[in-house]
T-cell receptor, first 116, second 109 residues
Framework: EAGVAQSPRYKIIEKRQSVAFWCNPISGHATLYWYQQILGQGPKLLIQFQNNGVVDDSQLPKDRFSAERLKGVDSTLKIQPAKLEDSAVYLC??????????????FGEGSRLTVL | KNEVEQSPQNLTAQEGEFITINCSYSVGISALHWLQQHPGGGIVSLFMLSSGKKKHGRLIATINIQEKHSSLHITASHPRDSAVYICAVREIAGNQFYFGTGTSLTVIP
């Protein structure tokens, strides 16, 4: 079974530039999460999708971050314009329908962003 | 506020030592996960627990729902166990995951 795919693995940009990350979850997983992990900290939820609908985006900095999951499968996370403090690993994770409350969480390899 | 607290933050052990990492949480949960993250790598799920104890090879995870506490044990530790171990809980109310800040383990040969 293929895991959660993310790209790119690494990205270096200058501040005020834009960047986009892509995630393809495990086939059949209705729930998709984007997390931001700053060095030395645990993952912080940015946005949670259930199929193509947003369940929780309360911690997404909406002035510069956007995310979509148009067909309920793969997703993109965009940052525009980037700030220095956006340097982090962006993790995508997926799980089965959360109504299956004990569903396991599967992570991608992450996309490491460095903003100069 | 931190819904999930882990201890210790950093841990160095000699190869062969028995290791314990602790996790306490403050919300009602449907499941607790222990995750492993290697430097530069993605996160791998080690265990998902809702009660009792699970064992996989040299790894053992326990949970006490009444005390809202879980432990991850590594027996006969090895340098390849060096990684960050993260405790995460799935909240019943909102189905959201909360993560601890991780325990960085270094096992010295």
């Amino acid at each position: 079974e293929a895991g959660v795919a993310q790209s790119p693995r690494y990205k270096i940009i200058e501040k005020r530039q834009s960047v986009a990350f892509w995630c393809n979850p495990i086939s059949g997983h209705a729930t998709l999460y984007w997390y931001q992990q700053i060095l030395g900290q645990g993952p912080k939820l940015l946005i949670q999708f259930q199929n193509n609908g947003v369940v929780d985006d309360s911690q997404l900095p909406k002035d510069r971050f956007s995310a979509e999951r148009l067909k309920g499968v793969d997703s993109t996370l965009k940052i525009q314009p980037a700030k220095l403090e956006d340097s982090a690993v962006y993790l995508c994770a997926s799980s089965l329908d959360p109504r299956a409350l004990t569903g396991e969480l599967f992570f991608g390899e992450g996309s490491r962003l460095t903003v100069l | 506020k931190n819904e999930v607290e882990q201890s210790p933050q950093n841990l160095t052990a000699q190869e062969g030592e028995f290791i314990t990492i602790n996790c306490s949480y403050s919300v009602g949960i449907s499941a607790l996960h222990w995750l492993q993250q290697h430097p530069g790598g993605g996160i791998v799920s080690l265990f998902m627990l809702s009660s009792g104890k699970k064992k996989h090879g040299r790894l053992i995870a326990t949970i006490n729902i009444q005390e809202k506490h879980s432990s991850l044990h590594i027996t006969a530790s090895h340098p390849r166990d060096s990684a960050v171990y993260i405790c995460a809980v799935r909240e019943i109310a909102g189905n959201q995951f909360y993560f601890g800040t991780g325990t960085s383990l270094t096992v010295i040969p």
